[in-house]
């Protein structure tokens, strides 16, 4: 009764069938590392927030690599904007996802070492994409700010490419290393993303809060990768019990008779 199993259509049916259940379980499992990989980043973002705010150099000193646990932290400094030396990170959006610069400055400290602070986002409304745009001024002397401590920015994780030649004072990715080459001086491990004080007529927009990522969605795609690999064995089994059911009734009717229209052959 199961012997259509052997035909060409079925073998390949179970063949597509052994293909996609393994593929689709596997793909729930990346779904669902994901799902794990995205609450873990809700949860660092939560906690770095809600965390008091401390002096930058408790967490970051010249060389050092801002950690996943440090990354968000609310952090403190006191010093004075060195404006002659600030450059702009070219190709970035602000809320609306208009492009424009990033403003970043050297925030000196009253130890003599550098801050990498990122002032926030301003238009690209220049001449022309070479000429440095123009940027509003920080305060004046001895400041104290308030910000969020970022790593240093890389081509793998940001998805930007370095350029070279690039139009004077202006950067693509924000690395303190090559920060500390070109004002030779010692700059602290990654930057901060300034959020006190706020500028006065707006501008440079300050960054936002960083976003909880929807690791909900990659739960329910986890789930239903799975059910559909649940599914696949369950409809090729309702398939092939149909297919046998036929073709056990065929059987008990046994062999067709001749139907009306089968020409009979003429009387002698």
Do not use: C
């Not at 930058?56 to 010249?62: F, G, I, Q, S, Y």
């Not at 910000?147 to 890389?154: I, S």
């Not at 690395?175 to 300034?194: C, F, K, P, T, W």
């Not at 409809?235 to 062999?255: I, M, N, S, T």
């Amino acid at each position: 009764m199961y012997r259509f199993l052997l035909s060409r259509q079925w073998v390949t049916l179970t063949l597509v069938a052994l293909l996609l259940v393994p593929t689709m379980i596997a793909l729930g499992i990346w779904q669902m590392n994901r799902y794990e990989e995205r609450s873990a980043r809700n949860q660092l973002v939560t906690d770095a927030l809600a965390a008091d705010p401390v002096p930058v150099e408790e967490l970051a000193a010249p060389g050092h690599a801002v950690t996943r646990p440090e990354r968000y932290r609310t952090v403190t400094a006191t010093g004075r904007f060195d404006t002659d030396a600030e450059v702009v990170v070219r190709r970035r959006t602000n809320a609306d996802e208009e492009i424009g610069f990033h403003v970043l400055t050297p925030f000196v400290l009253d130890d003599g070492k550098v801050l990498l602070v990122n002032r926030g986002w301003i238009p690209s409304d220049g001449p022309s994409q070479t000429a440095f745009p123009k940027v509003p001024a920080p305060p004046v002397g001895e400041t104290t700010i308030t910000g969020r401590l970022m790593p240093d920015e890389t081509t793998e994780a940001s998805g930007i490419k370095e350029l070279e030649g690039l139009p004077d004072r202006q950067i693509m990715l924000i690395n303190s290393e090559r920060e500390a080459e070109r004002l030779h001086a010692d700059v602290l491990g990654g930057y901060v993303a300034q959020t006190a004080p706020e500028p006065e007529n707006g501008l440079p927009q300050q960054l936002g809060d960083p976003g909880k990522e929807n690791a909900a969605l990659n739960y329910a795609y986890a789930i239903q990768w799975w059910l559909f690999a649940a599914a696949v064995p369950v409809g090729w089994f309702v398939l092939a019990r149909r297919e046998a059911r036929e073709h056990a009734q065929k059987a008990e009717q046994g062999p067709d008779t001749e139907s009306s229209d089968t020409p009979r052959p003429a009387a002698v």
